[in-house]
């Protein structure tokens, strides 16, 4: 019974420590880059794409919307190439070597994984989100990695919405950067004045 025991403590342990931790996903894409994704408590962290929003994308080489999509994508990461990074995971079993072909013959300028590389992502991200399968399946991450929006299928504002999105992330960032530059100009000003007022007392008491 205490051998039980032990064994049940040190079962316990090992999940606590994995739980704490997070989970990490390595990505294949077909362009021959490798993608580092770990599970955050409010979203993921793309390694390779700090500082950046984050579209990651369900989609299949069968489905007419996200195939509509793919020129629209590709004018979005032009026009926001420093501030953007998406990662498409094709969910249709199109083979990895027929899948490269296709995003090479579309002249795709994003990152794109075949579904046999990242079935354990998949089932993770559809368990996480209680995503069924419908596509195209968006999720966009902040630049800090937490989820800013979730979206199933496709509508006609689609890509006016995702750059609003894109435009609010950014502007968010800065209006913070703003407020913690004002801080330490306050707190600079409160020092200086702390330090005349010591330099009066002092003189005061000569």
Same mark, same amino acid.
């Given at each position: 019974? /205490? ?17 704490? #931790?997070?989970l ?35 989609w ?13 994508? #590709? ?5 926001? #190439? ?15 070597? /027929? ?14 994984? =075949?579904?046999?590389d990242?079935?354990?992502f998949?089932?993770?991200? =559809?368990?996480?989100?209680?995503w ?7 999720i966009?991450?902040?630049?800090n ?5 979730? /979206? ?9 919405h995702?750059r ?12 913070? /950067? ?29």
């Amino acid at each position: 019974m /205490k051998r039980l025991s032990k064994i049940f403590f040190a079962l316990i342990l090992i999940f606590t420590a994995l739980n704490a #931790k997070g989970l990490t996903f390595k990505l294949p894409t077909v362009q021959g880059k490798t993608i580092e994704v770990s599970e955050l408590k409010n979203g993921l962290d793309f390694k390779d794409f700090k500082g950046k929003v984050v579209l990651l994308e369900f989609w299949g080489t069968h489905c007419p919307p996200c195939l509509y999509s793919i020129n629209k994508y #590709k004018q979005l990461l032009n026009e926001y #190439k420093d501030k953007v990074a998406m990662v498409a995971i094709e969910v249709q079993m199109t083979p990895r070597d /027929k899948l490269k072909e296709f995003v090479k013959r579309a002249g795709i300028n994003y990152n794109v994984v =075949a579904q046999e590389d990242a079935r354990s992502f998949i089932a993770y991200v =559809a368990q996480r989100a209680q995503w069924r399968g419908s596509i195209p399946f968006l999720i966009v991450l902040d630049r800090n990695g937490e989820v800013l929006d979730i /979206k199933t299928g496709f509508s006609p504002n689609e890509f006016e919405h995702i750059r609003a999105i894109i435009k609010y992330a950014y502007k968010e960032k800065s209006a913070n /950067k703003e407020n913690n530059n004002t801080k330490d100009v306050n707190n600079t000003d409160t020092n200086s004045t702390k330090k005349v007022e010591t330099k009066k007392d002092n003189n005061s008491t000569k």
